[in-house]
């Protein structure tokens, strides 16, 4: 198929659009990685369906806007697009979402904080009690599997004494 001048210009910003999109998400991704820590396994995963879904969108451009005509230039436009993104924005997406999660992660701790406020007063107050209570119920457990055990002693005996009496018998 031929293309005019005017529609490979076309396609060929549109595939720099796509290839920067795809910067953006990709940023998207590493935003969530840095947000939520989790295992080489797991990155990698996320990677393989980021790039599963970028050869799907390729893919879809490719079919829709030039019938699956394959060229240079849109190539050139994709990984231009990429790369324009990755060097011009990309550390300023990744500055500012750094420093939303950490607004986010501090707001969530002052929560935390002020739900939990009551329970650690409450805590406060009782903690020397408790702790009596505590100390006061461990001798009791020791002492209880002590008369436990001298049960369990008393009871094995006289098992081994009828034992013998009805081998006698």
Same mark, same amino acid.
């Given at each position: 198929?031929?293309?005019?001048?005017?529609?490979?210009?076309?396609?060929?910003?549109?595939?720099?659009?796509?290839?920067?999109?795809?910067?953006?998400?990709?940023?998207?991704?590493?935003?969530?990685?840095? +947000?939520?820590?989790?295992?080489?396994?797991?990155?990698? +995963?996320?990677?393989?369906?980021?790039?599963?879904?970028?050869?799907?969108?390729?893919?879809?451009?490719?079919?829709?806007?030039? +019938?699956?005509? !394959?060229?240079?230039?849109? !190539?050139?436009?994709?990984?231009?697009?990429?790369?324009?993104?990755?060097?011009?924005?990309?550390?300023?997406?990744?500055?500012?979402?750094?420093? !939303?999660?950490?607004?986010?992660?501090?707001?969530?701790?002052?929560?935390?904080?002020?739900?939990?406020?009551?329970?650690?007063?409450?805590?406060?107050?009782?903690?020397?009690?408790?702790?009596?209570?505590?100390?006061?119920?461990?001798?009791?457990?020791?002492?209880?599997?002590?008369?436990?055990?001298?049960?369990?002693? !008393?009871?094995?005996?006289?098992?081994?004494?009828?034992?013998?009496?009805?081998?006698?018998?």
């Amino acid at each position: 198929m031929i293309l005019s001048l005017h529609a490979q210009a076309q396609l060929f910003l549109l595939t720099v659009l796509l290839g920067g999109g795809m910067g953006l998400f990709y940023d998207g991704l590493r935003v969530f990685r840095h +947000a939520l820590r989790h295992n080489a396994f797991w990155v990698q +995963a996320e990677d393989g369906l980021f790039w599963l879904l970028a050869v799907f969108l390729v893919f879809c451009v490719m079919l829709h806007a030039n +019938a699956g005509e !394959i060229r240079f230039f849109t !190539i050139l436009g994709l990984f231009g697009g990429m790369g324009l993104y990755f060097l011009t924005l990309s550390r300023m997406v990744l500055a500012v979402s750094d420093k !939303i999660i950490s607004a986010v992660k501090y707001m969530l701790g002052l929560f935390g904080r002020i739900v939990t406020m009551p329970f650690r007063l409450l805590w406060l107050v009782f903690r020397r009690p408790a702790r009596k209570i505590g100390g006061f119920c461990e001798k009791q457990r020791k002492k209880l599997l002590q008369s436990v055990k001298l049960c369990v002693k !008393i009871i094995i005996h006289r098992l081994h004494i009828n034992r013998r009496m009805l081998r006698k018998k």
